[in-house]
């Protein structure tokens, strides 16, 4: 049968046609002023998606890189850091962390649940020696969405860093106006372009921590990077990924033409829509059901159900991709990623193909359930918010 191929999953996200066009476009040389001129445009409208007047840098790597290069950037071997982490990509900061000899001060929550905020507070009151706090925007393992503004205010005594990678363009985020100091992120998710482009937005404080940073970087150097910034023809230090810089400046173009606050909007009703589907056939979610959690839902799948062979049941009957979980969600529960160029149509078919398959291999869900309750959010709460926007 043929089948169309829908890609959802919280990462990489599909790409609007402009997008995969631009893909096309010739290279060109980036040491001319031409080229530069985009460039600028590009970094000058993340900036605007970030909400901040920060210097903001853009690597040619996964978001990991980018990652490290905030931890080599930022500290000097020893140092004290605390790590808020509630599922696999907090737990991938504490790796990182160590493995560049930091001393991590670790608050976990568990997957699924929300950050303990006043207990960060509590425990960065009592040990002075904690210099910075790291926390993950959107924890995409579990579709939980944290409090970055209740966590940068409990840690503004500290240096703050917080990883954005599937968070930014699809929730809400205000660098400046939260007092953010370092926002890591990446194109791949929201921000709808192919893997292989990560940033970084800078605040003051956090470049006099950069001046006074000891750990070694060459790469990722965000001294050199600026300076590259600030030469007469602006341009990162090393050969970028010339045709994802393009895609990229095109992608984030399409995002404000949409307008920021609009795409936010989008990502609630998309959220709601899943959730309501998803309960509808009977399943319980991961993480609370709240509009914040707008870029991924977690559902656990029903006694006896491997959440692996609905992943791969779905993908071949029905060309949907969605993901399981890693970690102690493996085999239990299912992702569906709705961020990025994703509409309320893409996660109708989600849902409807979710629920045939689980039908198929006994479990207990009547088809049409589950669809019938995402159309129904989607009649009432869609044109709520149209009438908002």
Known sequence: MLSKHRLMVPGPTPLPPEVSAAACLPIEDERTHDFAGLFTRMVDNLRRVLRTRNQVLVFTSSMTGAFEGAVQNLFSPGERVLVAENGAFGRRWVDMCRAFGLDVVEHSAGWGDDLDIARVAETLAADPAITAAICVHCETSTGVVNDVEAFAAAASGVLTVVDSASGVGACELRTDEWGVDVVVGGGQKALMTPPGLAFASVSPRAWRRHAE?????????????????????????????????????????????????EALRRHVLLGRVARAGLQGMGLELLAPARDRNATVTTALMPAGIDSEEVVRRVRQDYGVQIVGGGGPLAGRVVRVGHCGYVDTLDVLATIAALELTLHTMGAPVRPGAGAAGAVQTLTRDGELIARAS
């Open 213 to 261: 940073a000891r750990l070694p970087r060459f790469y990722f150097d965000w001294t050199q990077t600026r300076q590259a910034y600030d030469s007469d023809i602006p341009r990162t230090p090393w050969t970028p990924a010339i045709s994802l810089l393009v895609q990229f400046d095109q992608a984030l173009r399409l995002l404000l033409e949409e307008g920021l606050d």
